[in-house]
């Protein structure tokens, strides 16, 4: 049904807004004066938000939602003394509720205008074969429908996608049905990973000061200079078997301070294994 605004806007409708208007702000008669001005203006506010909502994305009831928080604000701020008719100050403050409101849901990723058109289509035709079929159709039917490869249906579905805002509070239900916090799930792997090389590295540059200095060196030349055993032992004056024998002392060394419950262990067995079973 078309909604006329000279059938909104009435005499009627002026009488409730001028009790209104002249009540004291303490006056328990202004809730319900308020009430009714608003249920006899939400049909004008439901045509604008549909205007408004032609080319958004937006279910039109958060719209119209909206539209009715900005016209209680012109109930409250208007004054029949400036010359201005209700209709023109509310028209000005519902419509400027919503276009505030869609311009902060505006994507920060902008797409092609044919992507953008060929998703309202998309949208219209999901609707009529989902009545038509009672089941949200396929990619497949839905392509064609608008006579276009699936790929650019499923363009477009993406960019869609990544068109809306998620709130880091929102919660996410993950495959085994827990609940987290989407901002949980914004892991930077490579920071990770690079926090877990810095650590290692403290450690073993840690266990590295534990040793002798001359196992040091051979290990550092080793394996932070990429130096062959044949040039360390050149540039230590030394020779090549001393290098590697100093080498395996140095890792044997290491590996016992980095790993200390693994040698534990084996030193027991060792021991049980030397002892005589009594007899």
């Known amino acids: 049904m078309k909604v006329l605004s000279k059938d909104v806007f ?36 439901k045509k604008l938000a549909h205007g408004l909502a032609r080319r958004s994305t937006d279910p ?3 719209l ?42 505006a994507s920060m990723i902008k797409a092609p205008r044919q992507m953008y058109e ?20 396929t990619d497949i039917e839905i392509a064609e429908e608008l006579e276009c ?15 809306q805002m998620i709130s880091l509070d929102q919660f996410m239900v993950n495959e085994a049905g827990e609940e987290t916090v989407y901002i949980e799930r914004l892991v930077d792997e490579r920071n990770q990973e690079n926090v877990q090389l810095s650590e290692s590295r403290l450690v073993l540059d840690e266990a590295l000061g534990k040793l002798q200095d001359e196992l040091q060196v051979v290990v550092r030349m080793t394996y932070f200079e990429d130096m062959s055993q044949t040039e360390i032992a050149q540039q230590l004056g030394i020779s090549q078997m001393q290098v590697s024998r100093r080498l395996r002392k140095a890792l044997s060394l290491l590996s016992k301070e980095l ?8 030193r027991g067995a060792a021991s049980s294994r030397r002892v005589s079973p009594a007899r």
């Open 149 to 163: 490869p699936v790929l650019k249906i499923n363009e477009v579905q993406d960019i869609e996608r990544r068109r």
């Open 60 to 62: 039109v009831e958060d």
């Open 64 to 105: 119209v939602q909206v539209g009715m928080i900005g016209l209680l604000k012109a109930m409250d701020k208007f004054n029949p003394l400036a010359g201005t008719s209700f209709k023109t100050y509310a028209t000005y403050f519902i419509t400027g509720e919503i276009r505030h409101y869609l311009r902060d849901k």
């Open 259 to 266: 790993n200390p419950t693994d040698h534990d262990s084996k």
């Open 10 to 45: 009435n005499e009627s409708l002026e009488d409730l807004l001028t009790q209104y208007l002249t009540l004291p702000s303490e006056d328990s008669q202004r809730h319900s004066l308020r009430e009714q001005i608003a249920a006899c203006i939400l049909p004008y506010v």
């Open 118 to 137: 060929l998703y309202y289509r998309m949208n219209q035709i999901v609707q009529r074969l989902t009545e038509a079929y009672g089941r949200p159709p």
